[in-house]
């Protein structure tokens, strides 16, 4: 397979992690959300793999369990070692996959989704995960990921709806 034809397939790949992500905003219960986005981190896996972005598929590969186990919301001991062993998980795989300094966006990133994840209200998850964007954005755009950076202006704008959503007209209703 030639350069191209696999930029383009890593493309269309990374559009379908996209309406995952998506979706998973617009889920206003915290294991369905979770779920949503594991599958989409499992494309998102194959996805920076063929980019050639490794950083970004480690991430990606070690958010799948992270988001699964925190979707069964474990004991607040159990939640506080499996974030400590999910942050230790990002750290070590971006040791191993260094790029340049920009691979450290994504492992800040999903060191903060990890605290974000052990939060039971969903409005603290959707509000908390702007800034991560904001370092998946940067990184999307060293990595060539049209659809990495898409996904993350998609789930901006997917956040901010649920905010409007559940987070302002529910409590205006209240």
Request: aromatic letters at 14%; glycine letters at 6%.
């Amino acid at each position: 397979m030639n350069e191209n034809m696999r930029f383009y397939i890593a493309q269309g790949i990374g559009f379908i992690g996209m309406a995952l992500m998506f979706t998973a905003f617009q889920q206003n219960d915290k294991r369905k959300l979770l779920w949503v986005q594991a599958s989409a981190g499992a494309v998102f896996t194959v996805h920076f793999l063929l980019l050639g972005a490794l950083t970004g598929m480690g991430m990606n590969l070690a958010a799948i369990p992270r988001n699964l186990i925190f979707s069964r919301n474990p004991a607040k001991k159990q939640q506080l070692i499996w974030t400590a062993v999910f942050i230790a998980a990002f750290a070590a795989f971006g040791i191993f996959t260094w790029d340049s300094i920009f691979s450290l966006f994504p492992v800040i990133a999903m060191s903060i989704a990890t605290i974000v994840f052990s939060l039971k209200e969903p409005r603290y998850f959707r509000f908390l995960s702007l800034p991560i964007s904001g370092l998946w954005i940067t990184y999307n755009i060293i990595s060539f990921s049209i659809a990495g950076v898409l996904t993350e202006a998609f789930v901006i704008c997917s956040i901010l709806i649920a905010i409007v959503r559940f987070d302002v007209l529910k409590r205006n209703q209240k």
